[in-house]
Nanobody, 119 residues
Framework: QVQPVESGGGLVQAGGSLRLSCAASRSIFSGNPMGWYRQAPGKQRELVASISSGGSSTTYVDSVKGRFTFSRDNARNTVYLHMNSLKPEDTAVYYC????????????WGQGTQVTVSS
C-alpha cells in the first residue's frame, strides 16, 4: 500500500489562506470516503473534515466550519482542503486518509504537510 502524499502547507499569517492537496493510492481513495486529519504539537491526531465517496457530502469539526472547504477529484485520486481565515490554533501537521466510518490503518499514514499560522 502506498501512503498518501500531502502538500501545500507552509507558514502564513493569521487571517491568511492555504490550499492543501493530497494524492492517495487507489486502494485508499477509490470508492471511499476521505478525511483530512491534523495533529498539533502535544495533541492527538484529530479528524478535521470528511467527504463522501462522490464528493457531494462534507462534514467539518466545529472549529473549522465556514473557514475550510473539502473537495475531491476522483479522476486524479486527489483531495483538497481550502483553508481560509486561518488562526494560530490551526497550526498542525495535516494528513489525508480514508474517512469515517472507516479507520485508517496504522501503516497507511503519509508524512503530512506542516501548516504554521503566526499571530
Amino acid at each position: 500500500q502506498v501512503q498518501p502524499v500531502e502538500s501545500g502547507g507552509g507558514l502564513v499569517q493569521a487571517g491568511g489562506s492555504l490550499r492543501l492537496s493530497c494524492a492517495a493510492s487507489r486502494s485508499i481513495f477509490s470508492g471511499n470516503p476521505m478525511g483530512w486529519y491534523r495533529q498539533a504539537p502535544g495533541k492527538q491526531r484529530e479528524l478535521v473534515a470528511s467527504i463522501s465517496s462522490g464528493g457531494s457530502s462534507t462534514t467539518y469539526v466545529d472549529s473549522v466550519k465556514g473557514r475550510f472547504t473539502f473537495s475531491r477529484d476522483n479522476a486524479r485520486n486527489t483531495v483538497y482542503l481550502h483553508m481560509n481565515s486561518l488562526k494560530p490554533e490551526d497550526t498542525a501537521v495535516y494528513y489525508c486518509n480514508i474517512g469515517p466510518p472507516y479507520v485508517p490503518s496504522r501503516g497507511s499514514w503519509g508524512q503530512g504537510t506542516q501548516v504554521t499560522v503566526s499571530s
